[in-house]
T-cell receptor, first 109, second 114 residues
Framework: AQRVTQPEKLLSVFKGAPVELKCNYS??????LFWYVQYSRQRLQLLLR??SRESIKGFTADLNKGETSFHLKKPFAQEEDSAMYYC???????????FGSGTRLQVQP | DGGITQSPKYLFRKEGQNVTLSCEQN?????MYWYRQDPGQGLRLIYY???????QKGDIAEGYSVSREKKESFPLTVTSAQKNPTAFYLC?????????????FGEGSRLTVL
């Protein structure tokens, strides 16, 4: 069965510090991975997907098949990055997402 | 104003009662989903529908039922058989039957069983 693990419930950093939100997955096929974000009083929304290899709001994520990881990184955190972040894996059979338990990022001034 | 609308935002229910949560979308999306969100557990898939008049069980479907009679609507009924119904429920939709991974979420409905 596929699984997404986010080992940290809370990550607290100071403004300007680097950020790395960890995500590990288990999946037998070719994985499609995503990061979703929920800012305070806003809806859950897509941040980025690995196939796009894009940088959104300064965040990047690289799929490492050897380590089965898809960590989200940003070199310099901003206070507005404070939010709940979820890693998600596509179940290609069902075409539905499996989410991790989420990590709350707090960026302190 | 386009998007996903869930209602009600807050709902209280006595034990033994069924309750239906509404989810409506005007995005012309084919696929719709229901997730349950509990603290520390992330989102868990309850039911999903890729097309009108068809739906499938997710990972935690026991005690829930759905219908998909219209493309725009995907109501979720929490039945008295659901042992721990108190939770936050999220509805989502996506374009096409081949989900690209971009889900559009509603604001959620919080159900509390008294």
């Amino acid at each position: 069965a596929q699984r997404v693990t986010q080992p940290e419930k809370l990550l607290s950093v100071f403004k300007g510090a680097p950020v790395e939100l960890k995500c590990n997955y288990s999946y037998s096929g070719s994985p499609e991975l995503f990061w979703y974000v929920q800012y305070s009083r806003q809806r859950l929304q897509l941040l980025l997907r690995h196939i796009s290899r894009e940088s959104i709001k300064g965040f990047t994520a690289d799929l490492n098949k050897g380590e089965t990881s898809f960590h989200l990184k940003k070199p310099f955190a901003q206070e507005e990055d404070s939010a709940m972040y979820y890693c998600a894996l596509m179940d290609t059979g069902r075409r539905a997402l499996t989410f991790g338990s989420g990590t709350r990022l707090q960026v302190q001034p | 104003d386009g998007g996903i609308t869930q209602s009600p935002k807050y709902l209280f229910r006595k034990e033994g009662q069924n309750v239906t949560l509404s989810c409506e979308q005007n995005l012309n999306h084919d696929a719709m989903y229901w997730y349950r969100q509990d603290p520390g557990q992330g989102l868990r898939l309850i039911y999903y529908s890729q097309i009108v008049n068809d739906f499938q069980k997710g990972d935690i479907a026991e005690g829930y039922s759905v219908s998909r009679e219209k493309k725009e609507s995907f109501p979720l009924t929490v039945t008295s058989a659901q042992k721990n119904p108190t939770a936050f429920y999220l509805c989502a939709s996506s374009r096409g039957t081949a989900n690209t991974g971009e889900l559009f979420f509603g604001e959620g409905s919080r159900l509390t069983v008294l």
